[in-house]
């Protein structure tokens, strides 16, 4: 191995370790071509909930509902926790993440509250892009991850949000984006799925912020009738407001099916396609440099499954370093269609990297 190898070598094995540290969100330049860059944060919830909705370590589009009338749960945890890397070469980028929600979302063996309180690592994020082409699993293209909204419940209304992460193939074009991803049928026929779903976005950026324009088309494999075409559309953007405040909104509408509110919707009810409309509004307020507010709701209303879940909270973040910030939230998910709602309040500290 020659030297100018064995120094690289050296240099990549301390970064990662230093890593493992929690010394990372640094660039760090290898040769004149070759960077890596460590990011990620660290993230520690408690959460109380009570309601007669079943209590989830953060809200998605659906929930289970309890027998009882109001039942309370208090559940810490730090698995939204990520940690990622990228190498950069030339015209060359690699990026991977992972977070630890890997088995405390599903129940597995490892996750459990008695003694360990322990998760699986789990992929977010794995991709190359090289000039215009971008390959790998990452966020759709039909999502807009500007108009999220802040809040200690991860990524605020998931119930109405465009929220997937999937293995794709995009080419960009300034503002447009067009993608080929990986299709799925929810609902109806899994893992038949024979043509990839296809999105294209246009983005209109300025100084005052930015507005998507997005739509997905899609076969879909239906149990009763086959293969049916589906076909939905979304605007979504955050829009700067007074001082650094800023606006942000989700509209979606269409046969979107699971792209919008994270298991709110199937692709398929009944041996039908859902027609789903799903509204998203978050208002970010700061009240100082280092303290800020957001009030969010959203709500998604399907046509077949007659569906009507709603998501609104409010909160407080405190900056006490440029890394460390401390948050307070207060909210309810209701589910109006099963007569259910749960009160949520959440503390959380955040340390970026």
């Given amino acids: 191995m020659s030297l100018f190898n064995k120094s690289k070598l050296l240099v990549a094995t301390g970064l990662l370790t230093m890593a493992g540290a929690a010394n990372a969100g640094y660039t760090f330049d290898l040769t004149p071509d070759d960077k890596i860059t460590f990011g990620g944060y660290i993230k520690a919830d408690l959460r109380y909930t009570d ?36 190498y950069v070469h030339g015209d060359v980028t690699g990026f991977i993440e992972m977070d630890f929600f890997g088995t405390a979302t599903t129940g597995g063996a490892n996750a459990n509250e008695q003694f360990s309180n322990s998760s699986n690592p789990r992929l977010r994020h794995a991709f190359i892009k090289y000039k215009k082409v971008l390959v790998g699993q ?53 893992g038949d799925d024979s043509l990839p779903d296809v999105i294209a976005k246009y983005t209109f950026k300025d100084d005052w912020g930015n507005i998507s324009v997005a739509g997905v088309l899609r076969k879909l494999n239906s149990t009763a009738t086959g293969n049916e075409t589906a076909f939905g559309y979304g605007i ?15 509209l979606h509408a269409g046969e979107t099916g699971r792209y919008v509110g994270v298991a709110a919707a199937n ?77 949520y309040v959440q503390l959380s500290a955040k340390y970026v990297l």
């Fill in 236 to 250: 979504a953007g955050r829009i700067k407001t007074v001082g650094k405040d800023d606006f942000r909104f989700q």
């Fill in 51 to 86: 309601g007669n909705i079943a209590a989830r370590e953060y809200w998605i589009g659906t929930a289970g509902t309890t027998s009882q009338e109001s039942i309370s749960n208090v559940r810490g945890h730090v698995n939204e926790t990520r940690f990622n890397a990228k």
């Fill in 267 to 343: 692709d398929i009810t009944n041996g039908k396609v859902e027609e789903t409309t799903a509204i998203s509004v978050a208002y970010r307020h700061f009240w100082n440099d280092d303290t800020r507010s957001t009030v969010f709701y959203g709500n998604t209303t399907t046509d077949e499954s007659d569906i009507d879940n709603t998501h609104w909270g409010v909160n407080v973040f405190k900056n006490y370093t440029k890394q460390l910030s401390f948050g307070l939230e207060v909210g309810n998910f209701e589910m109006d269609q099963a007569n259910a709602d749960s009160n």
């Fill in 138 to 190: 990452t966020w759709t293209t039909f999502q807009n991850t500007s108009a999220l909204a802040e809040a200690a419940d991860f990524g605020g209304p998931l119930v109405s949000a465009a929220f997937v992460r999937q293995t794709q193939i995009r080419y960009t074009d300034g503002a447009l984006q067009v993608s080929l991803e990986n299709p799925e049928t929810r609902g109806g026929i899994t």
